[in-house]
């Protein structure tokens, strides 16, 4: 499978169908947990600046800003980005959501952080994706983080390829066909929705990094310290289901 030639691929993905099934992939206490691990992991204060990367429809952002941060959230999706203000009036808080692309962001040394959450890295070429550090790393104060969330490849390697991940709501179904790519490092998800009589397909490529190359690729865009964590911040273990990667500017 090609790797995005264009933000379109992306912007198909997630689309209205990927909302209609999100709260079923990721429920409000699975949401409520991931904010206090980030809280945590990039040791954020009652009003600290924080711009999420790829922010979708605010599940993070918005309770960010419920604790107390002053946050933007950037995304390519209107969908979601819709979706992300109206949760955020609902719950009454103030964050600035931003259509833009990762690659290309307007500010420069306004955060105390940053961060991509759910595997929203690596969408990209290797180019383009260490382009998008650097990017966030201009956006950062001196003393800033980055945190980076993502699936541990080395936990794949248990796996075998195909995979199928199902996801029913009432008669609806959302089917992701999953494919490593051992000689591009890149997982590729074939998506299938069927819903209200109607089949649509989508795909998605993203490039899976491990510890070392985060490093280089970290401290080429001016980063210094680079930490390794597992699964909502626990200790990294080699099988464990996330690498989760915090850098210091």
């Not at 382009?131 to 993502?150: F, M, P």
């Not at 009432?170 to 819903?195: G, H, W």
């Not at 865009?221 to 680079?226: E, K, P, T, W």
Request: glycine content about 8%; aromatic content about 10%; overall charge neutral.
């Amino acid at each position: 499978m090609s790797k995005p030639r264009d933000i379109s691929e992306l912007e198909s993905h997630f689309s209205e169908d990927y909302l209609y099934f999100a709260d079923l992939v990721n429920p409000p206490e699975r949401s409520d947990r991931e904010v206090a691990a980030i809280w945590k992991l990039l040791s954020l204060g009652h009003g600290n600046s924080v711009l999420e990367l790829g922010c979708g429809y605010g599940r993070i952002t918005n309770r960010l800003a419920e604790k107390g941060a002053r946050v933007t959230g950037l995304d390519i999706s209107p969908v979601l980005l819709k979706k992300a203000e109206a949760d955020a009036a609902e719950r009454r808080v103030e964050v600035e959501y931003i259509r833009g692309d990762m690659r290309s962001l307007p500010w420069r040394d306004r955060f105390d952080a940053a961060f991509l959450w759910y595997t929203t890295f690596g969408y990209f070429d290797e180019a383009d994706n260490e382009r998008v550090l650097h990017e966030a790393a201009a956006s950062l104060r001196k003393g800033g983080r980055l945190l980076i969330d993502q699936i541990n490849r080395f936990s794949l390697l248990r796996e075998q390829s195909p995979t199928y991940e199902i996801v029913e709501r009432d008669n609806d179904l959302r089917i992701d066909i999953m494919n490593n790519d051992a000689l591009t490092d890149r997982r590729n998800c074939e998506r299938i929705v069927v819903r209200n009589g109607r089949i649509r397909r989508t795909r998605l490529s993203f490039r899976q990094y491990g510890f070392s190359e985060c490093v280089r690729m970290l401290r080429g865009a001016g980063f210094g310290s680079v930490k390794a964590y597992g699964q909502e911040g626990g200790a990294f273990t080699p099988y464990g289901p996330r690498l989760v990667v915090v850098a210091h500017k």
